[in-house]
């Protein structure tokens, strides 16, 4: 008798329940499968990544006396697709039983779900135990509100679980939300505390890959790799972040900077989706360094809110939406990525940045992601799907269920509205406010027109301007649609003139 046990890639969670006790009839699978490698182009360190961190997981499943199966991307047996070899494996191990846990991605439980109602065999699906709230509860909390807000949903769950309450159930400090203290440019000091994430070689791992064909981008080195593969790793990298960066997470969390890629951002979320540290335990990590009074309030609210309040709610999100959620695209936008999407090699000195560390670590935090591409991306009409698959592809941390929501909806405003209230977009101005490039830029951050101009000044007006019907009447654009009623008709045209031929050769910019 022999219950076959998958475990995905980003289930690498040791204290599921599954393995609170060793069964000699259970044998646990995992597998390097091109089906999970191929589905979009992927960043090299994603790969390495999360095949290191399977293949240590296995390995410490077979410490603790687990029966594992593993399949390596180089294993002359492992076939292309997920299924493909769960059947062989059930036949050469006359398994009697099959059990997975409940994927986070849409295609893979729809693949999963197909495939065990087929089987002749029981099969079973669990839950992860990874999240706060389960599948269903943000329509369910949110479902008969006209529009969804993640700041309800957050109190919400701030309630649920008694997080940074007073005893009498008020939010601690008297207040929920603590955003508008966090929005501070960062000028150098304090400086950016010391890398302490480990260091891999993984030049064997990744032979391997390439020899298997696998196609990827980005940068692979040793140098460049520095991501947790185990939960002691990740642990480690959580009691570094809490030290050294926590404290002033919360003032520059928003800051963008040529000199320095982290800032004071813990980079946890690999670790955190594929399961290796769980979000309460960070969350109460957290929590704990401002009851103490070692972190400012503001700072570890700020971080608490991304996990338990955003992390949570685009799940929700996510599942309330798929099927169909990554066809949307209400502003019907369909130009291709420009190359240096794909090289870093653009005279947007913002832009340049944030891709190029996009490229070299597999990484760039919320600001830069939002507000540096996304915002182009939306300001350019990028194909909000291509631009969906980048994303998925480049970002270490970047699973469909957390990309998706954050890409299409949060980023392009893609869906129309149903996840932000307004499209996230800017000129020069916020991007001069809150970094250093402008300096360094080719382009003048304080001119409209001409060839020279800050591309981004001139596509953010001439947004806003043919999305007129679409967008005048949102509150939170009220300002902006003054300004530009107001604006001389030659200074318009000036910038619908600059827009276009911005828009004629985005390779060139």
């Known amino acids: 008798m022999t219950c076959l046990r998958l475990v995905l890639g980003d289930q690498l969670d040791p204290r599921h329940r599954w393995f609170d006790a060793v069964s000699p009839g259970v044998l646990y699978v995992l597998m390097e499968v091109r089906q999970e490698t191929d589905y979009v182009l992927h960043h090299a360190q994603k790969i390495l ?229 769980s979000p309460a335990e960070v969350i109460a990590r957290v929590e704990d360094e401002g009851r103490a009074g070692r972190a400012p309030l503001a700072a570890v609210e700020g971080y608490i809110r991304q996990i338990l ?47 190029g560390q996009s490229l070299a670590h597999a990484h760039a935090h919320h600001i830069q992601r939002l507000m540096v591409i996304g915002n182009f991306g939306l300001l350019a009409g990028l194909d909000p799907q291509a631009l969906h698959r980048w994303y998925l592809g480049i970002y270490i941390d970047a699973l469909e269920w957390v990309e998706l929501p954050n890409t299409v909806g949060m980023s392009q405003f893609a869906d129309g509205g149903l996840l932000a209230t307004k499209p996230y977009v800017s000129s020069a101005a916020y991007l001069h406010r809150m970094g250093d490039h402008c300096g360094q830029c080719h382009y003048r951050r304080d001119a409209h027109a001409g060839p020279r101009s800050c591309p981004f000044n001139a596509l953010y007006w001439d947004f806003l301007d043919r999305n007129t019907e679409r967008l005048a009447g949102n509150p939170r654009l009220a300002m902006p649609y003054r300004q530009l009623a107001r604006m001389p008709e030659a200074r318009r045209e000036a910038l619908t003139e600059r827009a276009a031929q911005v828009l004629a050769d985005l390779d060139a910019l």
């Open 49 to 277: 990544a999360i095949f290191a961190a399977m293949r240590r997981f296995a390995d410490r499943l077979r410490a603790a006396g687990h029966r594992v199966a593993y399949l390596r991307i180089d294993d002359p047996d492992n076939l292309p697709s997920l299924t493909a070899n769960l059947d062989r494996l059930l036949a050469l191990h006359g398994a009697t039983a099959f059990e997975y846990q409940a994927p986070d991605e849409w295609r893979l439980d729809a693949q999963l779900r197909d495939y065990a109602a087929r089987l002749n065999i029981p099969a079973r699906c669990v839950d992860s135990g990874h999240f706060l709230a389960a599948r269903d509860e943000v329509p369910r909390f949110l479902g008969k509100r006209k529009r969804w807000t993640m700041e309800l949903f957050y109190r919400h769950m701030r309630r649920q679980h008694g997080v940074l309450l007073e005893p009498d159930g008020s939010p601690l400090g008297g207040r929920w939300n603590f955003d508008a203290e966090n929005r501070k440019p960062w000028r150098g000091d304090p400086p950016e505390p010391p890398d302490l994430r480990p260091v891999h070689d993984h030049r064997a791992l990744w032979a391997s890959i390439e020899a298997a064909g696998v196609a990827s981008f980005g940068d692979p080195s040793a140098d460049a790799f520095r991501w947790p593969i185990d939960r002691e790793e990740a642990l480690g990298q959580l009691e570094a972040f809490v030290e050294h960066a926590l404290p002033h997470f919360g003032d520059y969390q928003d800051a963008l900077s040529s000199r320095a890629a982290r800032l004071f951002h813990s980079l946890l979320s690999f670790a955190l989706n594929v399961k290796l540290l």
């Open 309 to 355: 309040g955003w992390r949570e709610y685009v799940r929700g999100v996510y599942w309330a939406r798929m099927p169909g959620y990554d066809a949307s695209n209400a502003f019907g936008h369909d130009r291709p990525l420009p190359a240096w999407f794909w090289t870093g090699e653009t005279r947007m000195a913002c832009v340049r940045t944030a891709i």
